[in-house]
C-alpha cells in the first residue's frame, strides 16, 4: 500500500513540477489563516449557493494582486472577470464542506477529454478548483508527504462525454468517500463549485485543531482540439492563470509565482477548527 501511494506521489509532484527549495522572502507572521466554524446546518452538495446555506459559514475573497498570486499557466489575466474568487468553508463531525463562486469569462471543460496524464485526468487544463491539506502539520518543502492530505484537483462535469473529471487518486481517497457538485452559468461562464471531503482524508481534525491549507482555480479560456486526438502525445499548458488563495502576501516578491508553492506545505496557509460553540458572527467581530 505505502509503496504504490509513493508511486502515486511522486506522479503527482512531476504534474505541476517541483518546486525550487531556497529560502523565501517572507515573515511568519503573515501567514494567512481562515478559521473555519462548525456547521449549524449541513449544505447540499449541487452546485447552488442557495440562500442561507453558507451563513454560518468562514468566507474569504481571491483577488489578484491583493490577496492572492498566479501559479502555473501562461500569465494572462485580464481581471476580476478573468479569473477572481469567493469561497465559504465549514465543518461538521464527519465533513469538511465547501461552497466556491468563481467569475470567469469563457469557461472551458473539454480539453484532453478522457485522454490521461501522468495516471491521471489532467483537469487543471480545464477549469478547476484544487484543494491543497497537509493534514499532519508537516510544513514540509514537498507536498503529500504523509498518507493524510495533500492536494486534490476537482474539475468539472458538465461535457457528457466527461461525466466525472476528477484528479484524485483512488488509492488516496475512494470516489464514495466524497462529494462534488459544478454549475455552470451558460450566459455568463461563471461557476459555483460545491464540495465535501471527509475528515478522516485530512488529518481528522477536531474542534480547536488546525491544519495547513490552500486552494486555487484553475482557469484554462481556450479549447485546443488537438488535445483530443488520440496520436496527440505531447503535453500542452493551456492556463491563462491559477490563482492561489496562498498563504503569504507576494511570496516571491510579485504577483508572478513560478516557484511552485502548490508543492510547498510549508507555504500554505492555515486552517484552524473553531470550537462548536464558536459562530461565524462572534469571531468575525475581532
Ligand atoms: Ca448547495
Ligand atoms: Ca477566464
Ligand atoms: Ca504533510
Ligand atoms: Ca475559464
Redesign the pocket.
Same mark, same amino acid.
Given at each position: 500500500m505505502l509503496k504504490k501511494l509513493v508511486s502515486v506521489v511522486v506522479c503527482l509532484g512531476f504534474v505541476l513540477g517541483v518546486g525550487v527549495s531556497f529560502a523565501q522572502d517572507r515573515e511568519e507572521s503573515q501567514r494567512r489563516t481562515i478559521k473555519v466554524p462548525y456547521s449549524k446546518s449541513t449544505p447540499i452538495i449541487d452546485g447552488v449557493l442557495s440562500a442561507g446555506e453558507w451563513s454560518d459559514a468562514a468566507h474569504d475573497t481571491v483577488l489578484l494582486p491583493n490577496n492572492a498570486f498566479y501559479g502555473d499557466g501562461n500569465d494572462l489575466w485580464d481581471g476580476p472577470e478573468d479569473n477572481s474568487y469567493e469561497f465559504w468553508v465549514k465543518y461538521d463531525d464527519t465533513f469538511i464542506y465547501f461552497g466556491v463562486s468563481v467569475k470567469d469569462d469563457v469557461y472551458i471543460s473539454e480539453n484532453y477529454g478522457d485522454t490521461m496524464r501522468y495516471n491521471l485526468y489532467p483537469v487543471w487544463e480545464n477549469d478547476a478548483v484544487e484543494y491543497f491539506f /497537509? *493534514? /499532519?502539520?508537516?510544513?514540509?518543502e514537498t507536498?503529500? /508527504?504523509?498518507l493524510? *492530505?495533500g492536494q486534490f484537483i476537482f474539475g468539472l462535469g458538465t461535457e457528457p462525454s466527461n461525466s466525472a473529471r476528477v484528479s484524485i487518486p483512488e488509492d488516496i481517497l475512494p470516489p464514495d468517500q466524497y462529494q462534488w457538485k459544478t454549475v455552470v452559468d451558460a450566459k455568463t461562464s461563471d461557476w459555483v463549485q460545491e464540495a465535501k471531503f471527509p475528515l478522516s482524508a485530512i488529518g481528522q481534525p477536531k474542534p480547536g485543531d488546525w491544519i495547513?491549507f490552500n486552494m486555487s482555480v484553475d482557469d484554462p479560456d481556450t479549447f485546443d482540439p488537438q488535445t483530443r486526438d488520440p496520436d496527440f502525445t505531447d503535453y500542452l499548458e493551456l492556463r491563462d492563470t491559477q490563482v492561489y488563495w496562498e498563504a503569504f502576501p507576494n511570496p516571491y516578491g510579485g504577483n508572478v509565482n513560478k516557484a511552485g508553492t502548490e508543492n510547498k506545505?510549508s507555504m500554505w496557509g492555515t486552517m484552524t477548527f473553531l470550537e462548536k460553540s464558536v459562530s461565524v458572527h462572534s469571531w468575525e467581530l475581532y
Open positions: /497537509d *493534514g /499532519d502539520q508537516s510544513r514540509s507536498r503529500n /508527504d504523509s493524510i *492530505g495547513g506545505e
